[in-house]
């Protein structure tokens, strides 16, 4: 049996997201940007402005309960970073990927030391992930 959370829809778009997005989500949201983790620093300064393969990714964006650390809408990716915290956390965090997931969209994770010691490994996988998620993308991208 479905947990009652997931019957829900969470908009994400700037349009929907004034009317469905909770005020203190959306606060919490803007200081969690204010207090910026040194690996959410590092990915974001890859992921921003379009940089990465032309996707416009989003951070700290609120979807119901919950706050993801990046989300690009126009390939339906969420991008987890992690720290040691979440060893002690599997049960929280696996509700939440099958929360975000039932809103269609997909959540890949990285560890924190991942994240500053093995970045071009990850910006790889991000990048085979988009592949996946936008085929019709990727090859339009791939020939400008």
Not at 75 to 101: F, K, M, N, P, W
Not at 102 to 124: C, D, K, Y
Request: glycine share 6%; aromatic share 8%; net charge positive.
């Amino acid at each position: 049996m479905k947990p009652a959370e997931a019957d829900v829809t969470y908009p994400l778009s700037r349009v929907r997201e004034r009317v469905g997005v909770r005020v203190d989500a959306k606060a919490k949201a803007r200081e969690l940007r204010g207090r910026t983790t040194e690996p959410e620093a590092l990915l974001w300064q890859q992921l921003r402005g379009r940089r990465f393969q032309d996707f416009k990714f989003r951070r700290q964006r609120p979807l119901g309960p919950y706050i993801l650390d990046f989300v690009c809408l126009e390939a339906g990716l969420v991008i987890e970073i992690d720290g040691g915290q979440h060893s002690e956390q599997q049960t929280y965090d696996q509700a939440r990927t099958a929360l975000i997931e039932t809103q269609g969209l997909s959540v890949i994770r990285f560890w924190n030391h991942e994240v500053m010691n093995e970045t071009p490994a990850v910006l790889e996988k991000i990048w085979q992930t988009l592949q996946a998620l936008t085929p019709t993308l990727s090859r339009a991208r791939e020939r400008e």
